[in-house]
């Protein structure tokens, strides 16, 4: 069965409120992984991971014990370029999905971003996170759970 895994350091309150609807709805099992404590809700299907405090320690988590199939909401480009090559997806908080087929392209991008603001160039940041973004990724994880096997039903890999 397939399992979300959520970088929670950095997630907006709006997408957990959306994934925990979802895994209550669908009984998805559901991991949030973050450095600092967080609240989840008290169902056997969405669990908590905390992990030490320092640089990617989430990420190497949520890398090492993603399988394929699994989908994990990030919006940290190197993560989902690992999820992608371990053929797990990967959807953004802001409801892009990132496949083989295009993290590349966004982690050279964010690469380029990386060295222009090395040079001193002000490149600015994201802009707040407001309803059309909710709504994408809302559609975005809808489009997921449509996809993936209903639990108890045999898997069509096997």
Known sequence: ??????DGDGVPRACKEILFKAALRTKCPTVLVANS??????LAWITFVQVSGGLDVADDHIAESCQPGDLVITSDVPLAARVCEAGGTVVTFRGQALDQANVQQRL???DFMDD???TGVM???PPPYGPKDKQRFAN???RWLSRRPAPGSPDPES
């Not at 069965?1 to 959520?6: D, F, G, K």
């Not at 404590?37 to 008290?42: G, I, M």
């Open 116 to 118: 222009l603001r090395g």
């Open 108 to 110: 050279g991008m964010r």
């Open 1 to 6: 069965m397939s399992t979300i895994w959520i």
């Open 123 to 125: 490149t600015g940041g």
């Open 37 to 42: 404590w967080q609240q989840v809700p008290k």
């Open 140 to 142: 975005s994880l809808d």
